[in-house]
């Protein structure tokens, strides 16, 4: 059974820098990607940042380039989501999702997996 589990949401003050895990567990030989995922109260889902396990260069759709970044260690089965500069905009809840293909649009319907999400609400 695949499992994912975020972790390092909270409580955070405007201007500093945040750092999101997710934990899978199970069967992930053929789920090779991982997205990251934010939605605010009223609004839709949004992608902010895709990486390839195995190893590649990370994705970050139009907007999220500079301060998302998204990190797989080698040999760990966890994926980060640092964020810089944190402001009352980036207050959501971050999903991490797990896919077996490429997500080329960083959608929600190119996942197969997703965690419960981790809450941050950044204070001004």
């Known amino acids: 059974q695949v499992k994912l589990l975020e972790s390092g949401g909270g409580t955070v003050q405007t201007g500093t820098s945040l750092r999101l895990s997710c934990v899978d567990s199970?069967?992930?030989?053929?789920?090779?990607?991982r997205g990251w995922f934010r939605q605010a109260p009223g609004k839709q889902r949004e992608g902010v940042a895709a990486i390839y396990t195995p190893g590649g260069s990370p994705y970050y759709p139009s907007g999220k380039k500079g301060r998302f970044t998204i990190s797989r260690p080698y040999g760990k089965a966890t994926v980060y989501l640092d964020i810089d500069n944190v402001s009352p905009e980036d207050s959501a809840m971050y999903y991490c999702a797990a896919g077996h293909k490429w997500p080329a649009l960083l959608r929600e319907s190119e996942f197969d997996y997703w965690g419960q999400g981790t809450q941050v609400i950044v204070s001004s």
């Open positions: 199970g069967n992930m030989s053929t789920l090779n990607y």
